[in-house]
């Protein structure tokens, strides 16, 4: 094992050396050398000249990690937060899932002081991570569609079969998903949350095929974002057997929705034959008057 | 059938989304798609005062070229996946009233409105190219295609609404300064909402 001794880094990642030091504490082998050799060779990002010369030792560490030179602090933060989620249905969506989290990559409990101590960067990353999810699944459906192999679906039922994938990935979580949607509005969150909402919505629009490029597109996706929030809502409240209660309702807003276009579309029918009656009877009372003359 | 009707079809064309600068993309297309939609509704407009007058032929045709602008531009928001402004029932009716308020004021009205719409957008258009080619030219190689031959096409609108006597308007510069300033902030406005 070949560990790079080097001096204090010049800009110190605070987490980073309070992790690497408590992590000496706390040594689990083999984690711990991978997470060390990250940690060792993350400041040499910054000091190329302090670089080993002689070959780069390999490690195996969690999940791979020798052919990565060094990982950023982000990548980190989504090791930790992935590592979290395990913990949330125990802890709630707290610090102290968080610090569970860290503990099973080998490092110190207080990782969990890089995060808010409300846990919003633990569901952000959560519904972000399902969003990404939920785009692959569509995205190889799609590709499905594409080669042949499978039929499209009608506009309905696509919908339906998207939102209902979306929600099922909240199974898990249930319990404290209450908890979570209200940090997600709390002030400070809700410009990300709301992002990561339209997003997932627009998403799943384009790869139902929608292209409008007039007002629709927002009627469509306001739509949409209703149907969801709604049905996940009710799921919060559901207690059937696999949440058949909350499928229904759901197909049955989803089938309000496409009702609420015909509607519309009969309406705009109605308006523009009644537009035509009034006009008929206005030529018609011109003639009668005799006011019908060509200029 | 599908809520909207008949807009939705198999997601077919997508340019890849890697790499673009995409705020920068989204705007541009936004406010181009935005700018065709209401030319096409001003000369709608003129073309409801003066479609059966002498002009209306003319009309007619730079409003067709206008239309095939617009579709251009509805295949580039869906390829890009960008977000069309929220004012464009506005425009519909802002477009339409000016191009039916200046064709009331007569032909060389009619003219002298598309004269300085027309070159506000090319005025626009050549803005855009130059930050597209600061960019990157190869990357943008199809987008930028497309915005030269716009910009040559709304420039010959412009020169065809000199030769329509356009000049000879009643109030010409107060009605250009006018309609222009109406432009730059119907642009601000399409770029960012």
Redesign the interface.
């Known amino acids: 094992v070949i560990r790079c001794q080097l001096s204090p880094p010049q800009r110190p990642l605070q987490a980073s050396a309070v992790l690497r030091r408590a992590s000496d504490e706390q040594k689990k082998e083999p984690l711990a050398s991978s997470s060390q050799q990250q940690f060792d060779s993350h400041p040499t990002d910054h000091q190329p000249e302090q670089e080993p010369q002689g070959p780069r030792p390999s490690y195996t560490g969690q999940g791979g990690q020798e052919s990565e030179d060094y990982e950023s602090e982000e990548q980190l933060q989504h090791r930790i937060l992935t590592a979290a989620l395990e913990f949330v249905p125990e802890h709630g969506w707290t610090a102290e899932a968080i610090a569970e989290g860290a503990k099973t990559l080998g490092l110190s409990v207080a990782a969990a002081g890089m995060f808010h101590s409300d846990g919003s960067e633990l569901i952000l990353h959560f519904v972000s991570q399902c969003n990404t999810k939920l785009s692959d699944l569509l995205e190889q459906e799609q590709k499905l569609v594409q080669l042949g192999e499978a039929e499209k679906k009608p506009t309905d039922q696509f919908l339906r079969d998207a939102v209902e994938a979306r929600l099922r990935m909240l199974i898990p979580y249930i319990e404290k998903w209450p908890q979570a949607l209200s940090i997600l509005l709390l002030p400070h969150n809700i410009p990300s949350s709301l992002n990561l909402l339209t997003s997932m919505i627009d998403d799943i629009w384009h790869y139902a095929g929608d292209q409008s490029t007039d007002f629709n597109w927002y009627t469509r996706r306001a739509v949409l974002t209703g149907i969801y929030n709604t049905t996940e809502l009710v799921m919060m409240q559901d207690s059937s057997p696999d949440f058949e209660d909350t499928w229904r309702f759901l197909e049955n807003r989803v089938a309000d929705a496409m009702n609420m276009g015909n509607t519309a579309n009969q309406v705009q029918s109605t308006g523009e034959a009644v537009v035509q009656g009034l006009m008929g009877a206005a030529v018609t009372i011109r003639n009668l008057a005799g006011l019908n003359q060509r200029r | 059938?599908?809520?909207?009707?008949a807009?939705?079809?198999?997601?077919s064309t997508r340019v890849t989304l890697e790499g673009i600068n995409k705020p920068v993309i989204d705007r541009i297309i936004r406010v181009d798609?935005a700018g065709e939609y209401g030319a096409n509704r001003i000369y709608a407009g003129q073309m409801a005062v003066l479609g059966r007058s002498s002009v209306g032929p003319v009309i007619q045709q730079m409003w067709n070229q206008e239309k095939d602008h617009l579709k251009k531009?509805?295949e580039l928001?869906?390829a890009y996946?960008v977000?069309?402004t929220?004012l464009?029932?506005f425009w519909n009716v802002a477009g339409f009233v000016l191009g039916a308020g200046s064709a009331l004021l007569g032909k060389k009205g009619a003219m002298a409105c598309t004269v300085a719409v027309e070159e506000s957008i090319s005025d626009h258009y050549n803005s855009q190219i130059r930050t597209l080619m600061e960019e990157d030219p190869e990357k943008y190689k199809e987008l930028l295609q497309i915005i030269k031959q716009f910009r040559d096409d709304e420039r010959e609108h412009h020169d065809i609404g000199l030769e329509h006597d356009a000049e000879a308007a009643p109030a010409y510069s107060v009605l250009k300064t006018a309609i222009q300033l109406g432009c730059k902030a119907a642009i601000f406005l399409s770029e960012r909402i």
């Open positions: 059938s599908p809520a909207g009707g807009s939705l079809r198999p997601c798609h531009f509805n928001m869906v996946r977000r069309p929220v464009l029932p």
